[in-house]
């Protein structure tokens, strides 16, 4: 039975650069300061919580812009053996191009189930084997900001794959959840203005954060975030790159 995973249209090699579609997800992120060039203290605990539920060594919370940028991001510890990734990757590569294309989810149990998948710079690069993956999609509109992934060197059954994508997805929440939360950073000044406080008490908080002694974990209802990214907050973050002029 052809699934809708392996429908032709769903399996294109990854499109060039749309700048309209760039300077839509630009401008919905900025518009929630959301950082993209540097890490953010809370898509990395929800990563480092997505890699712990579906023991996957490998999370992402990806935004797809001149490159796929990885403001979220969980590598294996170096005892693994495992070599750790950086925090952008050209838009080509992946199967995260697949997806912010196709809108829908991709659990690859094995991405050499099909030729389609197998061939791929990742896989060449450091020996990914299993995929699953989640469209970012902003509410209301039908743009994709990126995906939320994990990525594994082993196969994994294809009986499992319903409950990864099911993990997968319960991150993708948590992290348009908190994007929707984020106060504009002109807003922000303003609010701190009218309430007399230069802190962050006088910023509206984050829905989701838990009580320090709670552990990460995906499960619904529950947050993600740790006592690491309720430590650290979010990182200050530099003026994003101005988009190319061409196609990629």
């Given at each position: 039975m052809t699934s809708d995973h392996d429908r032709p249209e769903s399996v294109l090699a990854a499109p060039g650069q749309d700048l309209a579609q760039l300077h839509a997800r630009q401008e919905l992120l900025a518009q929630h300061g959301v950082c993209v060039t540097s890490p953010?203290?809370?898509?990395?605990?929800?990563?480092?919580?997505?890699?712990?539920a579906t023991g996957f060594?490998?999370?992402?919370?990806?935004?797809?812009?001149?490159?796929?940028?990885?403001?979220g991001l969980h590598n294996p510890p170096p005892e693994s053996g495992l070599p750790p990734v950086d925090r952008t990757m050209d838009i080509r590569?992946?199967?995260?191009?697949h997806v912010v294309k196709r809108k829908l989810g991709l659990p690859l149990h094995d991405v050499h189930a099909s030729h389609r998948?197998?061939?791929?710079?990742?896989?060449?690069?450091?020996?990914?084997?299993?995929?699953?993956?989640?469209?970012?999609i902003y509410p209301g509109t039908n743009i994709v900001?990126?995906?939320?992934?994990?990525?594994?060197?082993?196969?994994?059954?294809?009986?499992?794959?319903?409950?990864?994508?099911?993990?997968?997805?319960?991150?993708?929440?948590e992290v348009m959840a908190d994007i929707r939360a984020r106060v504009r950073p002109e807003r922000?000044?303003?609010?701190?203005?009218?309430?007399?406080?230069g802190g962050r008490s006088g910023?509206?908080?984050?829905?989701?954060?838990?009580h320090p002694h709670e552990r990460p974990g995906l499960t619904p209802g529950r947050s993600a975030l740790s006592p690491r990214a309720l430590e650290e907050g979010n990182r200050p973050c530099p003026p994003p790159p101005p988009p190319s002029s061409s196609r990629t």
């Open positions: 953010d203290a809370v898509f990395d605990a929800i990563a480092d919580a997505l890699a712990i060594p490998y999370a992402m919370v990806n935004f797809y812009l001149d490159r796929q940028r990885f403001a590569h992946g199967w995260c191009p998948y197998s061939g791929n710079f990742v896989v060449d690069a450091i020996g990914i084997n299993a995929y699953v993956g989640d469209p970012l900001l990126g995906t939320v992934c994990v990525i594994d060197v082993h196969k994994h059954p294809e009986s499992d794959a319903d409950r990864l994508m099911g993990q997968v997805e319960i991150a993708t929440a922000l000044t303003e609010h701190r203005a009218a309430s007399g406080s910023a509206t908080p984050f829905p989701h954060l838990p």
